[in-house]
């Protein structure tokens, strides 16, 4: 059973710029949950996609969006970056209906210059 | 809305001595509690979790919290820390509904001391 990877590791992008961050969730699990942690923070939801739709969201603003694929994969994308967006960018894999467990990748640190 | 307050933002201890990391947290809703250990440079790892039943939690590498509803608390505790035990810990909430997500506290640094 492979667990919930994400990619890059890192990335540094400049102002303006947009960026895309891939999830692929853990084996058997149909749901992905996106998070900012920006730095000394804790992690703060951004939204989550069930079947290919989003059916949760955090409070950010829309040029935060996202994608999942029928295998269950996703991605996070940001455009128009601003230096604020740079943190660490966590995917977290569940089944729907098990709101009580979410599994976390490593995550993505995004810099913006 | 939900919240989460962790009360310590750094909590020194020595080996071997007890730790006890505070959360309190405010729902209009009946919620699941959760605590996540974050080591250096990693992701989240769930420690424990409190669903419903007993308000004594016991979770991985021998912590425990109790869930107390009456003071919206649910604080974590191990009887003897080890040096390994040195990383952030990050209690979250969530409602039982899921498409919310989870709402964490801003973390809590335990530093092990020799």
């Known amino acids: 059973e492979t667990g919930v990877t994400q990619s890059p590791t890192h990335l540094i992008k400049t102002r303006g710029q947009q960026v895309t961050l891939r999830c692929s969730s853990q084996?058997?699990?149909?749901?992905v949950s996106w998070y900012q942690q920006a730095l000394g923070q804790g992690p703060q939801f951004i939204f989550q996609y069930y079947r290919e739709e989003e059916n949760g969201r955090g409070n950010f603003p829309p040029r935060f969006s996202g994608l999942q694929f029928p295998n269950y994969s996703s991605e996070l994308n940001v455009n128009a970056l601003e230096l604020d967006d740079s943190a660490l960018y966590l995917c977290?894999?569940?089944?729907?209906?098990?709101?009580?467990?979410?599994?976390f990748g490593p995550g993505t640190r995004l810099t913006v210059l | 809305a939900q919240s989460v307050t962790q009360l310590d933002s750094q909590v020194p201890v020595f080996e071997e001595a007890p730790v006890e990391l505070r959360c309190n947290y405010s729902s209009s809703v009946s919620v699941y509690l959760f605590w996540y250990v974050q080591y250096p440079n990693q992701g989240l790892q769930l420690l424990l979790k409190y669903l419903s039943g007993s308000t004594l939690v016991k979770g991985i590498n021998g912590f425990e919290a109790e869930f107390n509803k009456s003071q919206t608390s649910f604080h974590l505790r191990k009887p003897s820390v080890h040096i390994s035990d040195t990383a952030e810990y990050f209690c979250?909430?969530?409602?039982?509904?899921?498409?919310?997500?989870?709402?964490f506290g801003k973390g809590t640094h335990l530093i092990i001391q020799p």
């Open positions: 979250a909430v969530s409602d039982r509904g899921g498409a919310d997500g989870l709402t």
């Open positions: 084996s058997g699990h149909n749901t």
């Open positions: 977290a894999s569940s089944l729907a209906g098990m709101a009580d467990t979410q599994y």
